[in-house]
């Protein structure tokens, strides 16, 4: 499985950016998809994820102004960012968990998501 991310750039705190992720290769193993960040200095968190059942989950820190969807047919997961502040920057991840497994198995490349204030 690869994951191809894309999106991130730079923006003013307030406002909203969307990335995306999408996989490629053996995706009907993939259960859970997700994003993760880290930010210079820290460990990397989970942002959110999804599954194919649909079920969300959030960090938070984010919740309210963070959205994840995903299209199935597409094999992507899309993070809509909305109310973006400073604390937002960081590297973002995205991953995939197999089914039957609990940790990440599949990173994708980090795109750099920078709010400036």
Same mark, same amino acid.
């Given at each position: 499985?690869?994951?191809?991310?894309?999106?991130?750039?730079l923006?003013?705190?307030?406002?909203?950016?969307?990335?995306?992720?999408?996989?490629?290769?053996i995706?009907f193993?993939i259960?859970v998809?997700?994003? @993760?960040?880290?930010a210079?200095g820290k460990?990397r968190e989970l942002v959110?994820d999804?599954?194919?059942?649909?079920r969300t989950? @959030?960090a938070?820190?984010?919740?309210?102004?963070f959205?994840i969807f995903?299209d199935?047919a597409?094999?992507?997961?899309?993070l809509q960012?909305n109310?973006l502040k400073?604390?937002d920057?960081?590297?973002y @991840?995205?991953?995939?968990?197999?089914?039957?497994?609990?940790?990440?198995r @599949?990173?994708g490349?980090?795109t750099l998501?920078?709010?400036s204030?």
């Amino acid at each position: 499985v690869q994951l191809q991310a894309s999106g991130g750039g730079l923006v003013q705190a307030g406002g909203s950016l969307r990335v995306s992720c999408a996989a490629s290769g053996i995706v009907f193993s993939i259960n859970v998809m997700g994003w @993760y960040r880290q930010a210079p200095g820290k460990q990397r968190e989970l942002v959110a994820d999804i599954a194919s059942s649909g079920r969300t989950n @959030y960090a938070d820190s984010v919740k309210g102004r963070f959205t994840i969807f995903r299209d199935n047919a597409k094999n992507t997961v899309y993070l809509q960012m909305n109310s973006l502040k400073p604390e937002d920057t960081a590297v973002y @991840y995205c991953a995939a968990i197999n089914r039957f497994e609990t940790t990440p198995r @599949y990173w994708g490349q980090g795109t750099l998501v920078t709010v400036s204030s």
